[in-house]
């Protein structure tokens, strides 16, 4: 009887499912906590190890599950599937947050983006202030949100799956 083998999607579905779970949780206690607007550095840092985390780990266990080799080609495949579901996961309730949860969290922004304006430029008129804003409200809508949310999700995912693979890859020799 032939061994069975891991597929990418499998994989894919799994961790992505986990990726989108992770950042669901960041993003609730963020909220929880009142630090979804005052978001710092470290928020990133913390994301962006729980995708790392996500897609290496993926990519060792389709290894693990297909005789310990895995070529560059199934890692990218196995890591950007995981970027992919974890984005659209996440884009999702980024989504159903700023429509249903909390529809005013989009003024909120722009508000603070006033603030930080001010602040920051003082020598700008209430003009280029309201300009600068209206044009920022654009990229501020949920869908736009979502939308750039899942395209960074797998743009990042790319490089850390190319760079995660090329360490953990291992080409059969029997192929």
């Known amino acids: 009887m032939e061994d069975q083998k891991l597929t990418t ?3 894919a579905l799994t961790y992505g499912g986990l990726l989108g779970l992770l950042t669901i949780i ?6 929880v906590t ?3 607007l005052e978001q710092s550095w470290i928020t990133a840092v913390v994301s962006f190890l729980i995708m790392i985390g ?3 780990y993926g990519q060792k266990v389709f290894r693990n599950g297909n005789g310990g080799y895995m070529d560059l080609k199934d890692a990218l495949k196995v890591g950007v599937g995981i ?3 974890g984005a659209i996961i996440g884009a999702l309730y980024n989504y159903i947050f700023l429509t249903v949860i909390e529809p005013g969290f989009t003024e909120l922004i722009i508000e603070k983006q006033r603030e930080a304006m001010i602040t920051t430029q003082p020598n700008m008129t209430e003009a280029q202030i309201n ?4 044009f920022a409200g654009k990229f501020a809508q949920p869908w736009v949100q979502s939308s750039f ?5 797998i743009f990042f995912g790319f490089i850390i799956s190319l760079i995660s693979g090329l ?5 059969n020799p029997h192929q």
């Open 83 to 85: 970027a992919l579901i």
């Open 54 to 56: 996500c897609i290496s």
């Open 26 to 31: 960041l993003a609730v206690v963020l909220y």
């Open 9 to 11: 999607g499998k994989v």
């Open 167 to 171: 360490i953990l890859k291992r080409n």
């Open 149 to 153: 949310q899942i395209v960074a999700g």
């Open 34 to 36: 009142n630090n979804l």
């Open 131 to 134: 300009q600068a804003l209206e």
